[in-house]
């Protein structure tokens, strides 16, 4: 196997997902907040509001925890009522974002 190789499997093995997204503001969410419909991991989840939001959001990307609108509150409830699985992660930075782990279809 040749070094040129060992690159591409390596390249081939790793995953890019896309870098976290910053939230200062309600204009950083996503803007829908009526009542939708998930398939949330084979179940089906009904969120609104602020919840919808951050699903939707997280849909896109991940996002950092550090936020002007206390999006970590929100998270906690979409893990402990919802069973929505969202992770927490630091990046190379050091800073932590959240991360969707639960198969989610809109």
């Known amino acids: 196997m040749t070094a ?3 690159v591409k499997t390596i390249y081939a093995a790793t995953t890019l997902s896309p870098a976290p997204r910053w939230v200062m503001g309600v204009n950083d969410l996503t803007q829908g907040v009526r ?13 609104a509001n602020r919840k919808r939001q951050v699903v939707d959001t997280l849909l896109r990307s991940p996002v950092y925890c550090a ?25 190379v930075t050091g800073r ?3 991360s969707l782990k639960s198969k989610v279809l809109a």
């Open 35 to 47: 009542a939708k419909t998930y398939m949330v991991d084979g179940r089906i989840v009904t969120l």
């Open 96 to 98: 932590k974002y959240y």
């Open 4 to 6: 040129n190789n060992k």
């Open 67 to 91: 936020s002007t609108i206390r999006i970590s509150d929100i998270v906690f409830r979409l893990k402990s009522e919802d069973g929505i699985g969202i992770s927490t992660e630091t990046g």
